[in-house]
């Protein structure tokens, strides 16, 4: 724990930096997510309390089953991929951050 | 036993009954898993190139190892055999397996990876610097890994009883569990993690191809479906479908009615309730209890299974394990559009499946589809089925190869390295690998021989549902929740986890105990619990899908007891937060480990 080449009081160490770190990952994340779980969870019951509707025909497939079977890959995808390139830029900026920050502190 | 085997070998090919293509097909399938397992065996001599693979895999053939590990007996033949035998509700299956993998990388992949250790034990002991926890993390790899084992060896069972036609069901087992336990035990991960990159890839040809041709022959995919008539058909519709010169195809007796097949709440989540004389109206809750349920375990099942998680750390940094990630749910999407489809032209093409139980029923409609070719275009038929069953060959093959390594590894790497023998030479541990993969190799085989009666696909939603209780809230709250003790952590995972593994225990039970087989007798003592079933059928709701509850219930456990315990909290969890979740490029683990390491040496 004595080790002297690092001193933990550098922005980097501070609780200032580790909270928005967290803050900013988790938003991120919860904001993906919802979009995931407002489908997923939202189309048993649209099947529970619009039955009709999703059984209608589209193409032989019933429009629940097109949902399910096959459109609901590419808008997985398509969270996914959103979700790389901001977290990957979120990181890009927090090491800017973490630079910064360390300019500032002594 | 093995001469037995050969006898029935013997047997069977001396009657005709072995298709030639079908059994090269295979036959080079397995051949060439196992030539290359032997020969990158060579070239990985250090333990932590068994462990592992020096981590140094790149991204596109580590995704595609991921998914060829993640495909397994139950992606292959079980959805098909789901969607054929219950229709609409079996197509949650393929697609959670698929979208898990989101949930995966949204919360977990990049902390973990960041964090760096070998496997989650390995997480749980660093996380709270706790080794007694990495003992408890260390059982759950075992529990989950059996579970998941148990429908590959139906698959592997299956599958010979459908090329050797004859062979009983326990010798296809005891064949494909000896020839992949010895495969890894002289081969490592490093051999494993080109297998099943490899085998991605015949997978993927293998479901892709015949489907094509069995479209272009049969009608598409929609006009299939549309065979089948939804409460919202008018009846002209229905005659338009019927094209002239097709006759209407007759369903059996045993074969769910068109409506409840294609819509939603059919034969799958409705079989409690009608068991218990519900009408349709009242069971119609309970069945979208059990979607919920069965949704939670699939997509939290998939971010705790083990050995899924033990690839990411083959990845050089940790943006690679989130491209990894991307990759495989594109690779697995693409490959979970096709199984269904298997299911619904099995429905209207061979029917006669749906009088049959066990390794000659619904789950082998992938194998038989493509033989129908036959009829029409002679050869290109055995060659198709030749094809699938190489498919299904790589498909349990691969994954019970990485779950091998998974639990032989927390066998060898932890319970006999860090627990028994803490001092033992790196040959010794090597050597243990080896005793340790026959070993587990040994109970899959046994296990895997009394589950015939079972679905496929039903038995991996367990062993998902376990894994959803136990290392998911694990991993979850321990990355993103700083007050989580080492206490609270064990005791949700311990409770969510086992009461999850009891209930699955019980449902099989009972379910077996309903067989006509051998397996009726051997478990003819709980066939009690089946008229509990009947008179409470919202519980066996529960007990069938676990994961709505024990999920909650993990979670809200580890919170009461941390906060109950909330002294023991790490002393130094700033710096593991900051590991786990700040920018590789700062350099903090470099620190952490420097930090960690200086007062023990």
């Known amino acids: 724990m004595s080790d002297p080449t690092h001193d933990h009081t550098d922005f980097i160490h501070s609780e200032e930096f580790l909270h928005g770190l967290m803050r900013r990952q988790l938003k991120l994340s919860i904001a993906c997510a919802t979009a995931f779980i407002v489908l997923l969870f939202g189309l048993p019951l649209m099947n529970y309390l619009a039955p009709e509707l999703m059984a209608r025909r589209v193409g032989g497939f019933t429009l629940t089953w097109l949902i399910l079977g096959v459109l609901f890959f590419p808008y997985v995808w398509v969270i996914a991929r959103l979700f790389i390139t901001r977290s990957i830029a979120l990181e890009n900026a927090e090491v800017q951050v973490a630079a910064e920050g360390n300019k500032r502190k002594p | ?601």
């Open chain 2, 1 to 601: 036993m093995n001469l037995t085997a050969l006898q029935f070998l013997a047997a069977a090919s001396s009657s005709k009954g072995i298709d030639p293509w079908i059994l090269a097909f295979s036959a080079i399938t397995v051949v060439v898993t196992i030539w290359m397992g032997f020969r990158s065996a060579k070239s990985s001599k250090s333990a932590s190139d068994f462990f592992v693979a020096g981590r140094s895999v790149s991204v596109g053939w580590n995704a595609s190892a991921i998914s060829g590990e993640y495909l397994s007996a139950a992606s292959f033949m079980g959805i098909a055999g789901m969607v054929m035998l219950s229709g609409y509700d079996a197509l949650w299956y393929p697609v959670c397996y698929a979208c898990g993998y989101l949930f995966l990388l949204l919360f977990i992949a990049g902390p973990l990876r960041r964090f760096g250790a070998y496997t989650i034990p390995d997480f749980a002991e660093g996380r709270y610097d706790s080794p007694v926890f990495r003992k408890i993390a260390v059982c759950f790899v075992l529990f989950i890994g059996f579970f998941y084992t148990m429908p590959q060896m139906k698959g592997a069972g299956v599958t010979l009883a459908y090329i050797f036609p004859g062979l009983p069901y326990w010798v296809g087992v005891l064949v494909v569990g000896a020839v992949i336990t010895l495969n890894v035990a002289l081969g490592g991960m490093k051999g494993i993690t080109l297998v099943q990159a490899v085998q991605y890839w015949i997978k993927m040809f293998a479901i892709s191809v015949p489907i094509f041709v069995l479209l272009s022959v049969y009608g598409g995919y929609g006009k299939n479906l549309s065979l089948n008539k939804s409460i919202s058909d008018s009846p002209p519709a229905i005659v338009q479908t019927v094209e002239p010169g097709q006759t209407e195809r007759v369903l059996p007796a045993k074969a769910p009615k068109d409506e409840d097949w294609i819509a939603p709440f059919g034969p799958l989540t409705t079989k409690a309730a009608k068991a218990a004389g519900l009408t349709p109206e009242e069971s119609k809750p309970y069945s979208l209890l059990y979607t919920f349920s069965l949704i939670v375990a699939l997509v939290c099942g998939t971010a705790g299974l083990p050995h899924i998680l033990v690839r990411f750390y083959t990845n050089p940094d940790g943006i690679a394990a989130k491209k990894t990630t991307m990759w495989v749910m594109i690779l697995i999407g693409v490959f979970y559009v096709f199984p269904p489809v298997f299911g619904v032209l099995g429905r209207n093409l061979l029917p006669e499946l749906y009088e049959a139980t066990g390794s000659k029923g619904p789950d082998k409609v992938v194998l038989e589809l493509p033989i129908l070719i036959r009829e029409k275009y002679g050869i290109l038929g055995s060659i198709l089925s030749g094809i699938t069953c190489a498919g299904a060959f790589a498909a349990f093959m691969s994954t019970f190869s990485g779950l091998l390594v998974s639990m032989t590894s927390a066998l060898a790497h932890d319970v006999y390295g860090r627990m028994i023998r803490p001092q033992s030479s790196p040959e010794e541990r090597m050597k243990m690998f080896k005793w340790c993969a026959v070993l587990v190799g040994s109970v899959s085989v046994l296990l895997g021989a009394m589950v015939e009666p079972l679905e496929i696909n039903f038995m991996v939603g367990q062993a998902f549902a376990i894994a959803a209780a136990s290392y998911f809230p694990l991993l979850f709250m321990s990355v993103w929740w700083r007050g989580m003790t080492m206490k609270g952590a064990a005791t949700g995972m311990l409770t969510g986890g086992l009461c999850a593994l009891f209930s699955a225990a019980l449902v099989n039970a009972s379910t077996l105990a309903l067989d006509k087989g051998p397996m009726g007798k051997l478990f003819a003592g709980f066939s009690g619990i089946n008229d509990f079933w009947v008179a409470h059928p919202l519980l066996r709701i529960l007990a069938e899908q676990p994961a709505i509850w024990s999920v909650p219930l993990s979670i809200g456990l580890m919170i009461v007891v941390s906060n109950a315990t909330r002294k023991t909290i790490p002393v130094d969890v700033r710096m593991k937060m900051l590991v786990l979740h700040a920018p590789e490029a700062l350099g903090l683990k470099q620190e952490y480990i420097q930090e960690h390491q200086g007062p023990a040496h």
